[in-house]
């Protein structure tokens, strides 16, 4: 969307999927968990509630339909859904996969060991599945 900007932390650590109607859909570069990050492409908000009743809307329309994605090529055993922004303030909403088994389960994710990032033929892989999935 013209005018945004995401946040450069958020541009650091996640990589650009798709943009649907309302938000961006970025891949964590973290590869022990499979974990999304929805951004609504709106300057200045922090909360849900920030966003007009439609986009608030929209973002759970969007929402659930990454989840839903994300479990159907993971198999996943739950999704974890959350808009947290302690550290980055920028709206945004995490979708990660989580299976019995994985790292730190049942445990949080976050602040979990160091980040490994993905290697680039298991995410162009899952990225593609992905995608597929999402514009069924």
């Known amino acids: 969307m ?14 650009l999927l798709t943009e649907l109607g309302l938000c961006q859909v970025r891949l964590q570069n973290e590869r022990r968990w499979p974990w999304l990050v929805l951004v609504p492409q709106r300057n ?7 966003l007009p009743p439609e986009d608030q809307a929209a973002l759970l329309s969007e929402t659930t339909r990454v989840a839903a994605a994300l479990k159907s090529v993971t198999d996943a055993t739950k999704i974890n859904i959350g808009a947290l922004g302690n550290i980055v303030r920028q709206l945004h909403v995490h979708v990660i996969a989580r299976a019995e088994g994985d790292d730190n389960w049942p445990g949080p994710v976050w602040g979990f060991g160091k980040a490994e990032p993905y290697d680039d033929a298991i995410k162009d892989e899952f990225v593609s599945r992905l995608l597929k999935v999402l514009s069924a």
């Open 44 to 50: 200045g908000m922090s909360e849900i509630f920030d």
């Open 2 to 15: 013209q005018g945004f900007e995401l946040d450069g932390r958020l541009a650091r650590d996640s990589i």
